[in-house]
């Protein structure tokens, strides 16, 4: 079954150490590859997308992602978190013909530790 | 420009009853979106509208059913509500339906049932 997989389910982390987050797909062909956060009480926000061309995206506040087609990954980094950055993050896929349908990984929840 | 916006944004109901939730997208977008999210399931796609029509539907039941304005409004509606139906329910909207189109996220509408 097409899916999107977080191995990451909660993490937790001090202020200033780095983050990755990672990002699996099983969908073949092209897709688009997107992260999500949202933050407590906040709706979903764009964090990055990646569509083609060079596999390091970044984003906003510091975050970037690494598309890796061999390994179908799309793997979510920041150099160093902030306690700001508390929230859940989603990766999402949106594969060929399938108009707007996004396809979920079930999220990953940072906490960040002053 | 505003955002997504969706009413109410809590609703308590009762087993067996019916609610109808209702979502404005931004502006000049007429592509919608419904996802249910849980915390067990995560984020679950429920139906795709443009320009009035369903273009694509996820795996629910009969239950949850939609429909779109003319001015790119939408509403689900979810009857014979179940325990299991509690959940926030969120609306996206997009441009069009090109693969490349972001989905901006409304702040959801959290529905217990009782």
């Known amino acids: 079954a097409q899916s999107v997989s977080q191995h990451n389910h909660h993490v937790i982390l001090s202020e200033a150490a780095s983050l990755e987050l990672g990002c699996n797909y099983s969908y073949g062909g092209t897709v688009n590859l997107f992260w999500y956060v949202q933050y407590p009480g906040q709706h979903l926000q764009l964090l990055l997308k990646?569509?083609?061309?060079?596999?390091l995206v970044k984003g906003i506040k510091g975050f970037e992602a690494e598309f890796i087609k061999s390994k179908f990954s799309f793997n979510l980094r920041k150099p160093s978190v902030q306690w700001s950055d508390t929230a859940e993050y989603f990766c999402a896929v949106k594969p060929p013909m399938t108009g707007n349908q996004f396809y979920f990984g079930t999220g990953t929840s940072l906490t960040v530790i002053p | 420009k505003a955002g997504v916006t969706q009413t109410p944004r809590y609703l308590i109901k009762t087993r067996g009853q019916q609610v109808t939730l209702s979502c404005s997208p931004i502006?000049?977008?007429?592509?919608v979106s419904w996802y249910q999210q849980t915390p067990g399931q995560g984020l679950q796609f429920l139906f795709e509208y443009f320009s009035e029509t369903q273009r694509n539907k996820g795996n629910f039941p009969g239950r949850f059913s939609g429909r779109q304005f003319s001015n790119s409004r939408s509403e689900m509606n979810v009857s014979t509500l179940e325990l299991g139906d509690s959940a926030l329910y969120l609306c996206?909207?997009?441009?069009?339906?090109?693969?490349?189109?972001?989905?901006?996220f409304g702040p959801g509408t959290r529905l217990l049932v009782l």
């Open positions: 996206a909207s997009s441009l069009g339906l090109a693969s490349q189109e972001t989905q901006y």
């Open positions: 990646y569509f083609s061309g060079d596999p």
């Open positions: 502006s000049g977008h007429r592509s």
